[in-house]
């Protein structure tokens, strides 16, 4: 139980275009999704905390408008890089928790490599 | 603000030989803590936490922490590894009773045959 996917797994994409990755939890309901951003051999960034049905709440630093999330569902929450660049290229990684696990366990998506060109 | 250290960047031992991974942390009440395991390709693992109680916790394929407060310390340990623990570790902590996570730099794993 408790799996998250991700998809795509990898994308490669141009300078100026805009990339949507998906997050699902895919047999529990997730209260709370959250978006990471990591760098080649760094920890895991927090970007942005997501609720169902409301808006994200996004980290000290993190462009709102360049990263928007959405959380439509109890399932689904998605981040679109909108304009990326090639600073943008990195591994983003969500997570998702639900008040079964006591809101403190976070379940991990296995992330999405991706490259501007 | 709450920070997470490790200060080993990279480990290497012997298969069949002992480990312990270090975790400090930075926080002025006792935090939620966590390991997590990383490998290629997959999502972060857990393989264990602390809430409260036992200082001392057992997680998954075979590895425990123990929780000193004193030390601000969260040490991971296996008594002995096998080549697919290779992998990258994560210490990460919560304030008591909050979602959020803040996670160390990693730890690199590598088992020698």
């Known amino acids: 139980g408790a799996v998250v996917s991700q998809h795509p797994s990898w994308v490669i994409c141009k300078s100026g275009t805009s990339v949507k990755i998906e997050c699902r939890s895919l047999?529990?309901?997730?209260?709370?999704m959250f978006w990471y951003r990591q760098f080649p051999k760094q920890s895991l960034m927090l970007m942005a905390t997501?609720?169902?049905?409301?808006?994200?709440?996004?980290e000290q630093g993190v462009e709102k408008d360049k990263f928007l999330i959405n959380h439509a569902s109890l399932t689904l929450s998605t981040l679109t890089v909108t304009s990326a660049h090639p600073e943008d290229s990195s591994f983003y990684i969500c997570?998702?928790?639900?008040?079964?696990?006591?809101?403190?366990?976070?379940?991990f998506g296995p992330g999405t490599r991706l490259t501007v060109l | 603000a709450q920070s997470v250290t490790q200060p080993d960047i990279h480990i290497t031992v012997s298969e069949g030989a002992s480990l312990e991974l270090r975790c400090n942390y930075s926080?002025?009440?006792?935090?939620?803590l966590f390991w997590y395991v990383q490998s290629p390709g997959q999502g972060l693992q857990l393989l264990l936490k602390?809430?409260?109680?036992?200082?001392l916790v057992q997680g998954i394929k075979g590895f425990e922490a123990e929780f000193k407060r004193s030390q601000s310390s969260f040490n991971l340990r296996k008594p002995s590894v096998h080549w697919s623990d290779a992998a990258e570790y994560f210490c990460?902590?919560?304030?008591?009773?909050?979602?959020?996570?803040?996670f160390g730099q990693g730890t690199r794993l590598t088992i020698n045959p």
């Open positions: 997570s998702a928790t639900t008040r079964l696990a006591g809101g403190n366990e976070q379940f």
């Open positions: 990460a902590v919560a304030r008591q009773g909050a979602q959020k996570l803040v």
């Open positions: 602390y809430f409260s109680g036992d200082t």
């Open positions: 926080y002025g009440a006792t935090p939620y």
């Open positions: 997501s609720n169902e049905g409301s808006k994200a709440t996004y």
């Open positions: 047999d529990f309901q997730a209260t709370t």
